[in-house]
Structure formats: structure tokens, C-alpha cells
């Protein structure tokens, strides 16, 4: 059994829609994310403006940027 390789925070949002558009987008590509909230687990806190992250495993960051980059030039036009 192997250790389990890093996650990084690829894309964050204030908005549950944006990270599932964007989430779609990677799993498409083939690449496994998750959504994290930091502020899930924890009642006490109180949210800043952005508490939604999607991670990868680590090897595929730069993949994960690239269609990122594209989605939001996309987006912008």
C-alpha cells in the first residue's frame, strides 16, 4: 500500500456553482477532485469570503490549471 500523494487547492470560490462547474470541467479531463470547506467542521468560525477550495493529487496541478486558465478566459469573453 502506497502513501497517499498530496492534494493542492487548485480553485476557489464563494459559490457552491462555481466549483461544480469548474469540478465538471476536471473530471472530464480525467482528473480526481474533491471540494474542501475549511469552515465544514468547525461551527465556531465564522466564513471569510472565500471557504470553497477544489484540490488535486499534486501530479495533476499544472493539467488542472491549464483547463482552469481556459474555463475562465471563456468566461470572460
Do not use: W
Amino acid at each position: 500500500m502506497g502513501a497517499e500523494l498530496p492534494r493542492v487547492s487548485v480553485f476557489e470560490a464563494d459559490e457552491m456553482v462555481q466549483i461544480q462547474i469548474v469540478k465538471k470541467k476536471l473530471e472530464d479531463a480525467g482528473i480526481a477532485c474533491s471540494v474542501s470547506n475549511k469552515y465544514l467542521n468547525n461551527l465556531l468560525a465564522t466564513p471569510t469570503a472565500t471557504a470553497l477550495k477544489l484540490e488535486v493529487n499534486i501530479h495533476d496541478e499544472q493539467k488542472a490549471f491549464e483547463i482552469i486558465d481556459h474555463y475562465l478566459a471563456e468566461k470572460e469573453n
